[in-house]
């Protein structure tokens, strides 16, 4: 059975989706790629899709997500090129999923140790504030 998953970079990674793309290319799966912004799409049977995102997940464990995806590359149900442009569907959703990648992975690599919680800053009374001004004036 044919699978698609993306493989999507945390911006916090060191690895980048070049890097999982060379990665790909550069072994014996016989796979159908194609390198996105935000990782790569990964299409062919199912147990070497398997294997291979075991090992690309490797390269950066708590950096490196997958996401099942519906369609292979190029389908024309999906394809923007073949559907007059825009944002392909779906594309906005993992835009906003990026972005809390980060946070993530930062709570992945923690192994679950909690980080400090910082003071909370009171604010500056205006009397207080007065006294700065005056002594950077002087």
């Known amino acids: ?28 799966y016989d796979v159908n790629v194609k390198e996105t912004c935000f990782g790569v799409v990964v299409s062919g049977e199912e147990e070497v899709i398997n294997s291979l995102v075991k090992e690309i997940r490797a390269l950066d464990p708590s950096g490196i997500f997958i996401k099942e995806r519906g369609f292979p590359p190029g389908d024309p149900r999906r394809c923007r090129g073949r559907r007059g442009g825009g944002a392909r569907p779906g594309f906005y959703m993992i835009e906003s999923e990026s972005k809390m990648l980060p946070m993530i992975s930062r709570a992945l690599a923690s192994k679950g140790e909690a980080p400090p919680i910082p003071e ?17 004036l002087s």
């Open 1 to 28: 059975m044919k699978v698609t998953k993306y493989v999507i970079t945390s911006s916090e990674s060191d690895i980048l989706p070049s890097d999982i793309a060379m990665k790909i290319y550069g072994s014996k």
């Open 120 to 136: 909370k800053k009171k604010p500056l009374k205006p009397k207080r504030l007065e006294e700065i001004v005056k002594e950077d």
